[in-house]
Structures are given as C-alpha cells and as structure tokens.
C-alpha cells in the first residue's frame, strides 16, 4: 500500500497523522500542498474518494476564505476546484489518499488515518 499525505508541517493534525504512517512504517509519499498544490481534478478526485462534497474541503476559517471576493458558488465542483488550486491554504489537511483502493481520509483525528492502514 503506498499513501500521499497531503500535508502541513506547522499544522498540530498533519504532524500527528505524519507520526501515525511512519510508526506503522506505511509507504507513504509527503505532498507539502501549500507548495506543489493539487490540480482542480486532483481535487475533485481526493473528494470523489471521501465521498463528500468539494465543499467539505474548505477551510472555512481562514482569513482567505472569509476574506475572498472571488469564492465561486459554493455548489460549483468544477469553480471550486479551480478555486482551491488557487488557495490551497484553504484546503482541509492532512488528508491520506490510498490511490491504489481509491479511499482517503481527513486526519481529523489524526486515529482517521488507521482505518486506511488496517485494509
């Protein structure tokens, strides 16, 4: 089984969740997000596997968000996607994507992240 985590290093959850796949020593990839942000049809697929809206993605806290004059409808998958590419600080972290059964979690908890080990 080889995950991507789509990961932060000064966020607390994406830390936590980072520690749980190397004590499980799972193959995993580190996706700095911030930095080499996935594409708009990354994302919908990333939300397609955890079987919830795009908009479920979103970081409703940041300023970014609360701040945008350019948020497109909220129920436009392919906008938002664009969008979030765009800002990706806005996107919920970490997440664990196992490409290979087509799941992935939210570490939130950072615990999530063994449901996808224990398949």
Same mark, same amino acid.
């Given at each position: ?18 520690? #749980?796949?190397?004590?499980? =020593? ?8 911030? =930095?080499?942000?996935? =594409?708009?049809?990354?994302? !919908? ?12 993605? #979103? ?14 409808? !909220? ?15 806005? !996107? ?6 196992? =490409? ?13 992240? #063994?449901?996808? #080990?224990?398949?």
């Amino acid at each position: 089984m080889a995950l991507t985590i789509y990961h932060n290093p000064r966020c607390s959850k994406s830390r936590k969740t980072l520690e #749980l796949l190397d004590e499980a =020593d799972a193959a995993h990839t580190v996706v700095l997000y911030q =930095d080499d942000t996935p =594409d708009a049809a990354r994302l !919908l697929q990333i939300a397609k596997m955890l079987g919830i809206p795009l908009a479920d993605l #979103l970081r409703r806290g940041e300023s970014v968000f609360k701040e945008a004059g350019d948020l497109p409808d !909220l129920d436009d998958d392919d906008a938002l996607a664009h969008w979030i590419a765009a800002n990706p600080i806005t !996107l919920e972290r970490p997440i664990v994507v196992d =490409d290979a059964s087509g799941k992935a979690i939210i570490g939130r908890p950072p615990e999530n992240v #063994l449901t996808l #080990l224990s398949q």
